[in-house]
């Protein structure tokens, strides 16, 4: 049974950083991409950043310039380095893991900027 691990969440303050970790344990069979989403209190779920297992990255244009995505395919782990935080980044943050016939979803972590 595959499962998605999220950790790192948190209370932060504006300007500050934080680092989302997802790992995913149990069998997942051809791994294309991994990623993150996001979803705050009355608004959409939002695609933040995917990496796939190539290398290749893609970030939403909020998240460009601050945040980076990075995986250690050994470990099928993926990390969000989030920088220069603003409270418009407070949501709830997703993992996924899309392999050939599925996605994986992580069961969310919390992540408040506030002073």
């Known amino acids: 049974q595959v499962q998605l691990v999220e950790s790192g969440g948190g209370l932060v303050q504006p300007g500050g950083s934080l680092r989302l970790t997802c790992a995913a344990s149990?069998?997942?069979?051809?791994?294309?991409?991994m990623g993150w989403y996001r979803q705050a209190p009355g608004k959409q779920r939002e695609l933040v950043a995917t990496?796939?297992?190539?290398?290749?990255?893609n970030y939403a244009n909020s998240a460009k310039g601050r945040f980076t995505i990075s995986r250690d395919n050994d470990k099928n782990t993926v990390y969000l380095q989030m920088n220069t935080l603003t409270p418009e980044d407070s949501a709830v943050y997703y993992c996924?893991?899309?392999?050939?016939?599925?996605?994986?979803w992580g069961q969310g972590t919390q992540v408040t900027v506030s002073s």
């Open positions: 990496i796939m297992t190539g290398g290749t990255t």
């Open positions: 996924f893991v899309r392999s050939s016939d599925r996605v994986y």
């Open positions: 149990g069998s997942i069979f051809r791994v294309y991409a």
